[in-house]
């Protein structure tokens, strides 16, 4: 890209004599250099009408292209294959864009152009083609044409510009007054002057063939003929009549309006290139109601969702496409859309944790509001958010099933769902937090003949991946008395064989380990 700009900054330069080496042409030559007044910019539409950066990368299978001539010296650009599909890249319509083709060209050859009498035959193939390491003056390119001025060159053949020795030898030249007859073409660098015909060579010209860091001048006498490619019945007037440029890409068009559609509204084609018309669009269908036409319209919300907005604006050049993306809403999404999806992975909670909150990536623009109850959070966000839970859940023990109170609403732009209550419970196992003491019910202690170890069933078992629980009951000594792994339910001790006194019950579950003294007593 940087190379891109590199060569569209040389052309913006030498076609306006703004090139740092002007001061490089000879005294002589002074009196008759000129700036031609052309400028030029990346296209910003493409010829459906959609912005564009003006660049077209097409990967080829061609390592080298070929330049093929016909009998005549002009290109047979079916066989050499740039300009065409499969090795190469169709031209935009050459009354509105100056095609520039980029790519490895064979045969030592930095360039090529169309001439503008081209136009009525061959406008498909109308345009510049330049060597990649000729092109730019940045980046991939190769001493000596490594100032961009092989694309000078050829947009000088692109305006009708002939070499400066004309291209028959002695009794030709170039139709061009104020630049000297010359025998031929100059290469390398040489220094001022040099002469042929009787007269000093103007080869520091672009259109001669000395180096790039050589070249600094283009004649008024060229500069009147570049230029009568562009007025009223020149080849190139329709870059003038359909000026793409300063209606579309330096005064772009926009539209005006809301970004959220809760009600009728009005939106607005601002910067309509003069003499166009617009017409417009709405998707998905059946979202809007659209009423009226011309450069304001009024739309009415049916549907809720994103909505995209549409103008085609029909000018001299081509169509346009301009586009403005905004929500629309009927009303308050109902709550029966408001789930638990928005949360991180369970509907359990532990003590101390954090839980995420994930918006709906489908709704971007939803807000949400998230409430627990009692007040002592809430909290409004577009994007992902965390709850810490720590603050309310009540010091051990805790209830067995504990909703957390957690209430949502969701914005949708327009307007507010009613509260919808999301209901969370205490996590049985909860990773790191020693244990679910509420898991389990141990009874009775002191137990005279037999212990109860079971699930306290108020509460919630996760689902699925259950391991059961373990069991282990130890004396004061750390001998293991009694061991059971993997219980669902419950499991009774007997305990009559053992002497009174105070022994230890492990239970572990998950993660959690619970230790509890059990007192046998008879
Ligand atoms: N058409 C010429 C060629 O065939 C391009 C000359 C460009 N000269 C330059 N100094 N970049 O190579
Ligand atoms: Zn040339
Ligand atoms: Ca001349």
Not at 201 to 208: A, I, S, T, V
Request: hydrophobic content about 30%; glycine content about 10%; proline content about 8%.
């Amino acid at each position: 890209m940087r190379q891109i700009q590199s060569q569209i900054d040389v052309l913006n330069e030498d076609f306006r004599r703004l090139n740092a080496d002007a001061s490089n042409t000879p005294t002589a030559f002074e009196g008759v250099a000129a700036d031609p007044e052309i400028e030029f910019l990346l296209a910003c539409v493409d010829p459906n009408g959609n912005a564009t950066d003006g660049i077209v990368r097409v990967q080829t299978t061609e390592g080298i292209f070929t330049r093929v001539e016909n009998p005549d010296g002009t290109t047979d650009e079916e066989a050499t294959g740039i300009k065409f599909a499969p090795t190469g890249s169709p031209a935009w319509p050459a009354d509105r864009y100056l095609n520039i083709w980029v790519c490895n060209l064979g045969n030592n050859l930095l360039g090529y152009a169309q001439f503008p009498d081209m136009m009525v035959t061959q406008p498909e193939t109308d345009g510049v083609v330049v060597h990649t390491t000729a092109f730019g003056r940045i980046g991939n390119v190769s001493a000596p044409f490594d100032q961009g001025r092989t694309a000078t060159h050829e947009v000088g053949h692109w305006l009708n510009l002939w070499h400066v020795w004309g291209e028959g030898g002695r009794e030709s030249d170039d139709f061009v007054d104020d630049t000297p007859n010359q025998f031929g073409p100059t290469f390398d660098c040489p220094s001022f002057p040099q002469t042929s015909c009787s007269s000093n060579d103007m080869f520091m010209n672009y259109m001669d063939y000395t180096d790039d860091g050589c070249m600094n001048i283009f004649t008024q006498g060229q500069t009147d003929r570049m230029r009568a490619m562009f007025a009223l019945g020149g080849i190139r007037e329709s870059f003038v009549t359909c000026d793409l440029i300063a209606n579309v890409c330096q005064t772009p068009p926009t539209i005006s309006g809301p970004d959220y559609l809760c009600s009728t509204n009005t939106f607005t084609l601002q910067n309509a290139p003069d003499g166009s018309t617009v017409s417009w669009s709405a998707s998905p269908a059946g979202m809007v109601g659209i009423s009226g036409s011309g450069n304001s319209v009024n739309l009415t919300p049916q549907g809720n969702g994103q909505v995209t907005l549409t103008a085609t604006i029909t000018t001299e050049c081509g169509d346009v496409e301009v586009q403005k993306a905004f929500v629309t809403a009927t009303g308050p999404i109902p709550t029966s859309a408001i789930s638990l999806e928005p949360f991180e992975s369970s509907p359990y909670v532990c003590p101390d944790q954090t839980f995420g909150f994930h918006p709906d990536p489908n709704e971007p623009w939803y807000q949400y509001e998230v409430q627990v109850v009692n007040g002592h959070y809430t909290k409004v966000s577009h994007g992902y958010f965390w709850i810490h839970f720590n603050n309310y859940i009540p010091s051990p023990p805790y209830p067995p099933v504990y909703d957390a109170g957690v209430s949502a609403r969701i914005h949708n732009g327009c307007s507010w769902s009613d509260w919808k209550p999301v209901s969370m419970y205490t996590e049985p196992s909860c990773p790191g937090g020693g244990g679910c003491e509420l898991c389990f019910l141990t009874f009775p202690n002191p137990a005279d003949e037999e212990l109860q170890v079971q699930w306290n069933p108020q509460v919630k078992r996760t689902a699925g991946d259950d391991p059961g629980f373990d069991v282990q009951f130890y004396d004061q000594r750390g001998k293991i008395l009694f061991s059971q792994s993997g219980i669902s339910e419950k499991i009774s001790l007997d305990t009559r064989k053992f002497k009174n006194g105070f022994y230890y019950l492990h239970i572990r579950y998950k993660e959690g380990l619970i230790r509890r003294q059990i007192r046998v007593e008879r």
